[in-house]
């Protein structure tokens, strides 16, 4: 984890990429992830105290913290009878200042709209012939 974090300009470059990679291939999956930052505290003391009308005390720290962005695939090997090739795991991450966050969510948004264009609709009609087939047989047994 000794990994640096890209500035958040080169994440969403990269991120674009990821989406328009995925969309060329015409499979696979783009993970996306966030949580809070957290700096190595064992060395320094605990400060904050439990407030006893206040369920979520903890968080709620002095300064604020960044936010860690992450973005992956999963790496995928090849199968036979596809054109499926080997696929290696491309990883990005970003930590996002407090001060920053709504100009870099509201950037994300969009990054997050443009890479879902490539998706397919789900194919339901299925389970809606196994419906009315069901149905059918049903009210013939009534």
């Known amino acids: 984890m000794g990994r640096e974090h890209l500035t958040n ?3 969403f470059a990269q991120l674009n ?8 291939k015409g499979h696979g999956s783009v993970y996306l992830s966030q949580k809070r930052l957290a700096f190595d505290t064992r060395s ?16 709620h720290p002095e300064n604020p913290l960044p936010i860690l962005i992450r973005a992956h695939n999963n ?3 090849k ?13 990005l991450s ?16 969009e990054a997050c709209k443009a890479g879902m264009s490539g998706l397919k609709k789900r194919d339901r009609r ?12 049903a ?3 009534g």
């Open 17 to 24: 990429n990821l989406f328009e990679y995925n969309r060329d």
């Open 126 to 137: 299925g389970k809606k012939d196994k419906k009315k087939r069901k149905k059918g047989a």
């Open 79 to 91: 199968r036979n009878g596809t054109d499926r090739g080997d696929v290696d795991k491309i990883s």
């Open 9 to 11: 300009d080169e994440f």
């Open 75 to 77: 790496k995928s090997s």
């Open 44 to 59: 320094q003391p605990q400060t904050l105290t439990k407030v006893a009308d206040d369920p979520l005390w903890d968080t």
């Open 94 to 109: 970003t930590a996002v200042q407090p001060d920053q966050l709504d100009a870099f969510f509201v950037q994300y948004a």
């Open 139 to 141: 009210e013939t047994k």
